[in-house]
Nanobody, 128 residues
Framework: QLELVESGGGLVQPGGSLRLSCAAS????????IGWFRQAAGKERKGISL????????TYVDSVKGRFTISRDDAKNTVYLQMNNLKPEDTAVYSC?????????????????????WGKGTLVIVSS
């Protein structure tokens, strides 16, 4: 059974950077589409980026384009989210999830579908 564990969250000043990791165990990640999601206090969870397991194609929502980069290292069974130029509005619990290729979908408004395995999340706080 696939298990996902996020790490790398913390407190960072506006304009700073963090790299989140999503480490998998129990199964190889290279088959799956992997997404990053975030949920701010009092708000619903939204997708922010997705990387395809078949061809490495990436998707970003507008609010993070040009600032966040998703990547995967299948040899380490890990997916990363590099976050640069962080803003206070990026404060949230960040989670990763795996979806079956051909089913997993993320839309430009952060809506998503078809994610089947979730990590518990890591907290990112952007504050001075």
């Amino acid at each position: 059974q696939l298990e996902l564990v996020e790490s790398g969250g913390g407190l960072v000043q506006p304009g700073g950077s963090l790299r989140l990791s999503c480490a998998a165990s129990g199964s190889s990640l290279d088959y799956y589409d992997i997404g990053w999601f975030r949920q701010a206090a009092g708000k619903e969870r939204k997708g922010i980026s997705l990387i395809s397991g078949s061809d490495g194609r990436t998707t970003y929502v507008d609010s993070v384009k040009g600032r966040f980069t998703i990547s995967r290292d299948d040899a380490k069974n890990t997916v990363y989210l590099q976050m640069n130029n962080l803003k206070p509005e990026d404060t949230a619990v960040y989670s990763c999830a795996a979806g079956v290729p051909g089913t997993a979908t993320m839309w430009s408004d952060g809506g998503y579908y078809g994610m089947t395995s979730w990590g518990k999340g890591t907290l990112v706080i952007v504050s001075s």
